[in-house]
C-alpha cells in the first residue's frame, strides 16, 4: 500500500481571507506564502498569512517573485527583509516571467539572488514551470544550489525542467477548492514529493541548516475515531472540517458517501465512496496532524 504524498497550497493576496485551521482540516498540511516581488512590494496579507499558518500548525515557507528588470541583489535584500521568521520550508525565488529581458541575464538575477539568500536561509527552492525554464540557459550552478518546485497542471506526472533529477514540490492544479478559502476554483494545490514523515524531516533538515529545531508534530487533540465503522468515518470526516457537518448516526446514506469520494479526490484516491485500506490509511495520516 503507497502512502499518500503529503498535500499543500500555495497564497498570496488573491487569498485574502483565510482560516487556516480549516486548511489544515482539509488536509493541507504546508503552505507556500507570497512575501515580496521585485524590489518594493510587499504583499498585503504576507504578515497575517504568516502568522496564523503558524499558529495552525501548517508548515510554511516564503516566496519571493522575480522580476528580472530589477536588480536582483536588491529584490534579495528586500525579500530578506521581511523574514525575521524564516518558516519551516525554504524560501522560494519564484521564476516565471522575462519582462524582456535576455534570458541569459534571467539567468544571471537568478543566481545572483539564489546566493544571497541562501547564505542567510540554507539553501533555496526554485518555482517555475518547464515551459519558461526549459528555453533558459542551462546553469549547473543554479541547480545545485537549489531544489525544483515545479508548476505542471493537469498532468499525471510533472514535465521535467532542464537540470533537475527530480522535484520536491509540484504544483499541479491552480484551480482548486480548499476548506477554509472562500470561493470555488481559486487555489493552487501542491505534493511534496514525499510522505508527511518526510516532509518533516526535510523541515527539520532546513531548520538545522538554520540552527534551529524541527517543528514538533503535534498529538492528536481526540480519540482515533474508528475508521472501519460508518460511525467513525463520518467523526474523521467533521474532524477534517466536512461542510455542511455530516450527522453522526452511523448511516452510510448519501450524504456520508458524496463527502468519503470528496476526501477521495483530494487524496488522489479512486472515487467510489468505500472506506476501504487505501483510504482509511489516508484518513489517518490527516488526522495525525489535526
Keep these: 500500500m ?27 498540511l504546508f503552505a507556500f506564502i507570497k512575501a515580496t516581488e521585485g524590489t518594493g512590494l510587499i504583499d498585503k496579507f504576507f504578515v497575517d498569512h504568516w502568522a ?26 528586500h525579500f530578506l527583509d521581511q523574514l525575521f521568521d524564516p518558516g519551516e520550508l525554504p524560501p522560494v525565488l519564484d ?47 543554479i541547480v545545485s544550489k537549489t531544489d525544483l518546485w515545479v508548476a505542471n497542471w493537469l498532468v499525471h506526472a510533472p514535465m521535467a525542467c532542464k537540470g533537475y533529477a527530480s522535484w520536491t514540490f509540484w504544483q499541479y492544479a491552480n484551480a482548486a477548492t480548499v476548506p477554509g478559502i472562500p470561493g470555488a ?18 523541515s527539520a533538515a532546513y531548520l538545522s541548516a538554520l540552527g534551529g529545531a524541527a517543528p514538533p508534530v503535534p498529538p492528536p487533540t481526540h480519540p482515533p475515531p474508528d475508521l ?20 453522526e448516526d452511523g448511516v452510510r446514506g448519501p450524504k456520508t458517501i458524496a463527502a468519503i469520494e470528496i476526501f477521495q479526490k483530494k487524496a488522489g484516491l479512486v472515487q467510489d465512496g468505500v472506506v476501504g485500506p487505501k483510504t482509511q490509511a489516508a484518513l489517518r495520516a490527516v488526522l495525525s496532524v489535526v
Design 185 to 202: 476554483l481559486n487555489v493552487d494545490a501542491n505534493r511534496f514529493n514525499g510522505t508527511l514523515a518526510e516532509l518533516h524531516a526535510y
Design 95 to 141: 521564476v516565471e516571467v522575462a519582462d524582456n529581458i535576455p534570458l541569459a541575464r534571467i539567468q544571471d538575477g537568478v543566481n545572483a539572488f539564489i546566493d544571497i539568500v541562501a547564505a542567510s536561509l540554507a539553501r533555496p527552492l526554485i518555482y517555475t514551470s518547464p515551459g519558461f525554464w526549459n528555453p533558459l540557459p542551462t546553469r549547473t550552478d
Design 228 to 247: 472501519t465503522t460508518t460511525l467513525g468515518v463520518q467523526q474523521a470526516l467533521n474532524l477534517l472540517g466536512q461542510a455542511p457537518p455530516l450527522k
Design 52 to 77: 496564523k499558518a503558524k499558529a495552525s500548525g501548517i508548515l510554511r515557507g516564503a516566496y519571493h517573485f522575480f522580476r528580472p528588470a530589477q536588480d536582483a541583489a536588491a529584490q534579495a535584500h
Design 2 to 28: 503507497t502512502t499518500p504524498l503529503a498535500e499543500g497550497i500555495d497564497v498570496s493576496a488573491y487569498q485574502p481571507t483565510v482560516d487556516w485551521n480549516k486548511v489544515l482540516g482539509g488536509g493541507a
